[in-house]
């Protein structure tokens, strides 16, 4: 009874997502090494307002901020953030300028915090790609930011899943074409090791807001055992207490990768 009572209450209080309450519940042990966003739901969060939506993608900023300023704090290793696909070249081109500026905005505002909480920025894509003052900015932060040793900060812009795996593809062809390796060296540790991600453990936690079920290139060689949780909420409104919940949740699922039940 009184059990069952307990339960009822612990669960009204996740229910209200509760960030002191959800920090409290969590395993400080077992933090998932590396979380990986799916930042969506910006245009849409904006156009429910009757605004223009790159007043989205802005809202969407402050999300990040909070979410990165968390995870540092948290401890929690690694952080990949999809901030522009390689497929978001498609749309108009005010948008993605507008997502460019941001991008340049962000970088500069927020340097010297970052900086400051030992956060370490990446960039993972097709980066040389990018408009030369988004290169500026990103290989400024990168630089700034190289000996940091908190939070490893990977933003994947101008980032594809399969253009990833095309230019691992071309780097190991390339090795063995110059005899630097042979074809049965290639295996899968070889193959993790030249992903722009290499060195870093692959997700245990996707997160993707805004109702969308699916991966839309993002990762898709890292992701292959990540637990994935999703959410109807839109990124602009993704909070602490959303970021929390997802953790609570990975930590209350089971990971077979492929085995069995542990007892
Ligand atoms: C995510 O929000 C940000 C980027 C893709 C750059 P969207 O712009 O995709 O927002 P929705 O999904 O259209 O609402
Ligand atoms: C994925 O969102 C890319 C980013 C969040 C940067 P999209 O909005 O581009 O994906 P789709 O078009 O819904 O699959
Ligand atoms: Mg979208």
Redesign the pocket.
Known sequence: MIKKFLDRWLKAGKDKNNPDQLLKELDHERLPHHIAI???GN?RWAQRRGMPRVYGHREGVESLREIVKTCNELKIPVLTV????T??WKRPKDEVDALMNLLVEYVYKEIDDLDQNKVQIRAIGRIHKLPEACRRAVSYARERTADNDGLIFNL?LNYGGRSELVDVVRAIAKKVADGEITTEEIDEQLLSAHLYTAGLPDPDLLIRPSG?F?I???LLWQLAYTEFWHSNVMWPDFSKADLLQAIYDYQNRERRFGGLKTK
């Not at 999809?82 to 696909?85: D, G, T």
């Open positions: 799916i930042m969506d245009g999809y901030a522009f696909s497929e978001n994947a969308d699916r839309s290139n993002f």
